[in-house]
């Protein structure tokens, strides 16, 4: 059984830099999702709790706090654009996998609980608004980030900030554009 690491609200103030009644008052308002132990009351927060308010507030997330998760889910069907795309982020350090269409997105998706997912926006039988649906309304996947990649010229470009990408990434694009994009939303 993995172990479930926690930080206790004065060592969360700590990688804050405020009191830890700060972080008692965030938990009460619940901007931060924590529990409490039984008996005492003192309140528990896992590291992945504390490192999702810490992005989602625009706050750096402390390297010792990095979920440690380097995987990869490229969505993609073609061929040739997933291989290069595999061998540019696999030669970066991350752990890839590849999805060449729904149902292989759906299996990474569950399988791999990959850290990032590339998601081709115009790939033919998916959704893209649907993949991100998907995603960002499971708990599960609450920590996961969505790099969308699509045409320059696509009208829809603005709108997927919008709808749930964490990023977009145009077409055509250099790859080291897209190493420095899933380095960005890892906090590499």
Not at 110 to 131: C, E, H, I, S, W
């Amino acid at each position: 059984m993995a172990e479930l690491k926690v930080l206790t609200t004065g060592e969360a103030a700590k990688y804050c830099g405020v009191n830890f009644r700060t972080v008692i008052r965030w938990i009460e308002r619940g901007q931060l999702e924590a529990y409490k132990l039984p008996g005492r009351g003192d309140h528990r927060i896992r590291v992945e709790d504390f490192v999702a308010f810490l992005r989602n507030n625009g706050m750096p997330v402390p390297a010792e706090l990095g979920t440690g998760n380097r995987r990869v889910l490229v969505i993609e069907e073609q061929p040739e654009m997933a291989s290069a795309i595999r061998r540019v982020l696999t030669q970066a350090g991350y752990e890839v996998d590849i999805a060449a269409d729904a149902f292989s997105a759906g299996m990474g998706l569950g399988g791999a609980k990959p850290a990032v997912v590339t998601l081709n926006f115009r790939m033919p039988g998916l959704n893209a608004y649907q993949v991100l649906d998907s995603i960002r309304s499971r708990s599960e996947f609450a920590n996961t980030r969505v790099l969308v990649m699509a045409d320059e010229q696509d009208p829809q470009l603005g709108n997927l900030l919008e709808q749930g990408a964490d990023a977009v990434l145009a077409k055509p694009f250099a790859y080291n554009e897209l190493e420095a994009k899933v380095r960005l939303l890892l906090d590499d």
